[in-house]
Every structure is written in structure tokens, then in C-alpha cells.
């Protein structure tokens, strides 16, 4: 098993599944970054992972400046962070775009929640596991203006559908969705309504008799 993924910026890569057939290389800018194959469920489809916790400084760095290049034209007045792995992005961003403060969502309930600012969560590397996101009630009177609501990744779309649904329950209209990674399409109609950006994408790979294959447009 690889531990060098998600740790450099490379620049001799060429974007696409690997020849070692255990890893994908994405354009991050003028870089690459190496990313690891996963296969999902089924056995004949496979994702890029990025767990964004274990990248390097530097790595994190690169994917927080492209993605707040792109938020910057948006104006957000409050970033809204979606945990966990949104969370180290989203203050990333929110410190460069000169924010003193962002506003956390959480998976673990406190004593002073509401359940009518939670909803339930899931996503496509934890499915069916019964969590709630919630919105410090304390945290409210903060979601004025224009909001950014920053995730790692954007793949299926259901995680960031229960952002929405959470913060349509508070009254709120975000203005912008961030992520690190858009992982496929299937997201899209999920969020239609909004604009996305994402520091860099990947495709869903399917598994041929030769290895891993990236659809082409």
C-alpha cells in the first residue's frame, strides 16, 4: 500500500489513472497531485480519495489557495464548514479570504442542540451509518450576508443535500459551494441551484479487463 499519495505537487505526472494501477494523477493547477484508487461497492467502479486530514501542509496549502482564488469573485461574508474533513479547508479559506471566524456544522450532538436544526447524514464512504448534522443554535445570528459552504469532496451529493436541507431549516440561502475535490457529476443535480467551484476533479473510474479506465467527454 502506497503512503506517498496526497503529499506532493508534482510536475511530471501526466493526469490519469497510473501505471501502477493503484493510484490517479489530477491537474491542481500547474501541479499534479497523486491520489489513491478506491474501489466502491460492486467491484467495477473505483474513486480518487483524498482524505484531507492526511495531506501534507503543502498540499493543503495549494488546494486552500486555488480553491479561495476561486471563492474570492463570490464575496462570501461567513464560511460555513462541514465536518470533519471540510473543516481544516474551510478555516484555510476563511484566513486567507481575511476572516476572523467561520461557522462549524457538527456530527456530535451537545446538550444546548435543537433537533430542529439537525438533519440526517450520509455520504459514499460512510453510508448508513445513522449520523445527524447540526447547527449550534448559538451559531445562527453569524449566517448573514453571503455564504460559502466549504466540503472536501462533492460526490454523490447527498452529504451537501443535507447541508442544504439544514440550512433551509435555518432560514438561510447559501450563495456558493467550495470543495476540495468534485468527484464525478452525480452531485450536480443535487445543488443545481447553486454555483460550485472545486480546486481540481476527478472522474468515476470504471474497471475494465485491462485495469481502471477514465470515461472521456
Known amino acids: 500500500m502506497r503512503t506517498d499519495v496526497w503529499q506532493h505537487l508534482h510536475?511530471?505526472?501526466?493526469?490519469g489513472v497510473q501505471p501502477d494501477q493503484e493510484t490517479y494523477a489530477t491537474a491542481l493547477g500547474a501541479h499534479q497531485l497523486l491520489l489513491p484508487i478506491r474501489t466502491l461497492a460492486g467491484g467495477t467502479r473505483g474513486v480518487a480519495s483524498m482524505i484531507l486530514n492526511q495531506a501534507s501542509f503543502a498540499v493543503l496549502d495549494a488546494v486552500a489557495d486555488r480553491l479561495t482564488d476561486q471563492l474570492r469573485a463570490h464575496a462570501p461574508d461567513v464560511i460555513v464548514a462541514v465536518p470533519t474533513l471540510g473543516l481544516p479547508l474551510?478555516?484555510?479559506?476563511?484566513?486567507?479570504?481575511?476572516?476572523?471566524?467561520?461557522?462549524?456544522?457538527?456530527?456530535?450532538?451537545k446538550f444546548w442542540y435543537e433537533e430542529d436544526l439537525s438533519v440526517p447524514l450520509s455520504s459514499i464512504t460512510s453510508p448508513g451509518q445513522g449520523k445527524r448534522l447540526y447547527l449550534d443554535p448559538r451559531m445562527k445570528p453569524l449566517l448573514a450576508g453571503r455564504i460559502a459552504i466549504i466540503d472536501d469532496v462533492l460526490s454523490?451529493?447527498?452529504?451537501?443535500?443535507?447541508?442544504?436541507?439544514?440550512?433551509?431549516?435555518?432560514?438561510?440561502?447559501?450563495?456558493?459551494?467550495?470543495?476540495?475535490?468534485?468527484?464525478?457529476?452525480?452531485?450536480?443535480?443535487?445543488?443545481?441551484?447553486?454555483?460550485?467551484?472545486?480546486?481540481?476533479?476527478?472522474?468515476?473510474?470504471?474497471?475494465?479487463?485491462?485495469?481502471?479506465?477514465?470515461?472521456?467527454?
Open 90 to 109: 474551510a478555516e484555510a479559506v476563511a484566513r486567507r479570504l481575511g476572516h476572523t471566524r467561520l461557522v462549524p456544522l457538527g456530527t456530535s450532538k
Open 11 to 15: 510536475s511530471d505526472l501526466t493526469p
Open 156 to 217: 454523490t451529493g447527498t452529504s451537501m443535500a443535507a447541508v442544504l436541507a439544514l440550512m433551509e431549516k435555518a432560514g438561510i440561502t447559501p450563495t456558493v459551494i467550495g470543495a476540495a475535490m468534485l468527484q464525478g457529476d452525480a452531485w450536480r443535480d443535487m445543488v443545481s441551484a447553486l454555483p460550485v467551484e472545486g480546486a481540481f476533479a476527478t472522474p468515476i473510474l470504471r474497471k475494465t479487463d485491462s485495469g481502471w479506465d477514465a470515461p472521456q467527454d
